[in-house]
């Protein structure tokens, strides 16, 4: 009986699953938390040139590429929900080659693919709303796009917030009184978004 048995060895790892999981994952977040730091304290001293420069350094390097493809294919809650391509599980070797494909200089070569809708019920109601889910890559490019873009506007709401608080119930608040409403918000994001993509 003994020899029937089949000899028990270790698993073999493929090589592309061993080269995703060797890479040094800390150094990397360190690298990236380091220039979205520089983008705070630039968009906190009101230099958006140099607040483009860094968004654009960030969403260029290979760390926040590889950190944006984790984020979606292994971290995120939807990583088995697929898109209108039906790609649902990435292998190690596909997130590699993702994390290339969505580098910022071949975005103006790529024609972004619909999103797929399906109805999800509202919280605590019979009703239905309808949710869009990207394809895959669509959705690493937007979380890289997100890493980005959240230090640059982390440093400006959070006053803007401190100061609505501090003047509810006394009058207008103070981002109306300074002329800062909505829209004007609205657009600047915009405008920063448009700059920072267009110039990639």
Same mark, same amino acid.
């Given at each position: 009986?003994?020899?029937?048995k089949?000899?028990?060895? &270790?698993?073999?790892l493929?090589?592309?699953?061993?080269?995703?999981?060797?890479?040094?994952?800390?150094?990397?977040?360190?690298?990236?938390?380091?220039?979205?730091?520089?983008?705070?304290?630039?968009?906190?001293?009101?230099n958006?040139?140099?607040?483009?420069?860094?968004?654009?350094?960030?969403?260029?390097?290979?760390?926040?590429?590889?950190?944006? /493809?984790?984020? /979606?294919?292994?971290d995120n809650?939807?990583?088995?929900? +697929?898109?209108?391509?039906g790609? &649902?599980? /990435?292998?190690?070797?596909?997130?590699?080659?993702?994390?290339?494909?969505?580098?910022?200089?071949?975005w103006?070569?790529?024609?972004?693919?619909?999103?797929?809708? /399906?109805?999800?019920?509202?919280?605590?109601k019979?009703e239905?709303?309808?949710?869009?889910?990207?394809?895959?890559i669509?959705?690493?490019?937007? +979380?890289?796009?997100?890493?980005?873009?959240?230090?640059?506007?982390?440093?400006?709401?959070?006053?803007?917030?401190?100061?609505?608080?501090?003047?509810?119930?006394?009058?207008?608040?103070?981002?109306?009184?300074?002329?800062l409403?909505?829209v004007?918000?609205? &657009?600047?994001?915009?405008?920063?978004?448009?700059?920072?993509?267009?110039?990639?």
């Amino acid at each position: 009986m003994k020899d029937r048995k089949a000899p028990r060895g &270790k698993k073999q790892l493929d090589p592309a699953s061993e080269a995703w999981s060797k890479l040094p994952w800390r150094k990397l977040e360190k690298h990236c938390f380091r220039i979205q730091k520089r983008i705070y304290q630039a968009s906190q001293r009101g230099n958006t040139r140099a607040v483009h420069k860094l968004q654009k350094l960030l969403m260029k390097s290979e760390a926040a590429r590889l950190l944006a /493809v984790r984020r /979606v294919t292994q971290d995120n809650q939807g990583k088995k929900t +697929a898109g209108v391509d039906g790609v &649902k599980a /990435v292998k190690p070797k596909a997130r590699l080659v993702m994390a290339t494909h969505i580098h910022p200089k071949h975005w103006k070569h790529q024609t972004p693919r619909p999103v797929r809708r /399906v109805w999800i019920p509202k919280p605590g109601k019979a009703e239905q709303r309808p949710l869009g889910i990207p394809p895959m890559i669509e959705r690493c490019k937007q +979380a890289l796009a997100k890493m980005a873009l959240e230090p640059e506007w982390e440093a400006k709401f959070p006053r803007v917030a401190q100061r609505d608080e501090e003047s509810a119930g006394n009058g207008p608040c103070m981002r109306h009184e300074e002329g800062l409403d909505p829209v004007t918000w609205i &657009k600047r994001a915009t405008d920063s978004t448009k700059t920072l993509f267009h110039e990639a």
